[in-house]
């Protein structure tokens, strides 16, 4: 009997994608700019959209996970092979998307502490092969991968470490003036400090590290941000007192993403978890923000290479 069915192009597809160029934004950032023909269909949201980049195995080779034909169903593949001949991949964000140019852009972070992706990342050169993971523009699902969902909130704080930068100042570039934005990004050393191009209704800080541990800098800078917001703060409240989980960060993912919805006050919190932790301990349990106003997403572990389940 004919199947009425007809299945739905998935969310995600694997691209097979070669490196265009790569430069060195900063002492810990290098940006990579990928080209594949396939790139006409990558989906084009931006803000926050998450993507995977797989990496060759030593030999410079990739298993067959259905790259070759775009499968949506490259994950399952990729699970039903021997240990060994799984490449290892990392979640990144999207720079910038050109389909037209069918360029994507990636800031790798480079960490002293190196993993496959970081060490890639230093050593990319024009004409090396790469796997991205990334939205399918044809795909009815493809605002999947998106963490960003201020729903009606027009008051907005952003925050993160270096590796929540792309997204962060991907955010603020395609914010619009009705937005009222407090960001904040730490970042390495001053010399890490980018180029980026927002309304001035955006308010950026950059919060250079330099010797002090990872995330003080973030967890001041939030702590001085709500002293002086008591108001927005106020409006943000939850109708009543909220436990949030203590989640053990070396076991768990630390991920709590609202849907969209109404109200004025919305952030968004990314980077390293424990980091993360201590900003949701502030905000919501001692400061009363109602959890569904506010986005935490442990993007890495200190001393953790990222899990792959
Ligand atoms: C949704 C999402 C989006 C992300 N977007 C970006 C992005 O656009 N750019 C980006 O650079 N990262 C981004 N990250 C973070 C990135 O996935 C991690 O930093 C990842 O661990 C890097 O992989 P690796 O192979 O270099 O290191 P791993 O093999 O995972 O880890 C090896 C060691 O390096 C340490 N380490 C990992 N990252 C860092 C770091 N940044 N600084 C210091 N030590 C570190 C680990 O703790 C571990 O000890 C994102 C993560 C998520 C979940």
Redesign the pocket.
Known sequence: MPSTQTAVRPAYRPYSAEVARSVRLSPHFVRVTFTADEFEHFGTARL?Q?IKIVLPHPDGTFSDFGQDEGAGDWYDRWRALPHAERNIF????V?RIDPDSRELD????T?????????WAEQAVPGQQLIIVGPDARSPLSAGGLDWHPGTARRVLLAGD???A??ITAILELLGDEYDVDAFIEVPTADDVLDVRHHETARLTWLPREDRPHGARLIDALASWADASGEVLARAAAPRRQLVDDIDVDLELLWDSPDPADGEFYAWI?GEAATVKTLRRMLVSERGVDRKRVAF?G????????RIE
């Open positions: 926050d998450r990392r979640t990144y964000t720079r990636v800031d790798f972070v960490h002293h502490d190196a993993g496959p992706a970081g060490a270096e590796t929540a792309p997204a990314a997403m993007y890495w572990r200190l001393g953790q290479a990222e």
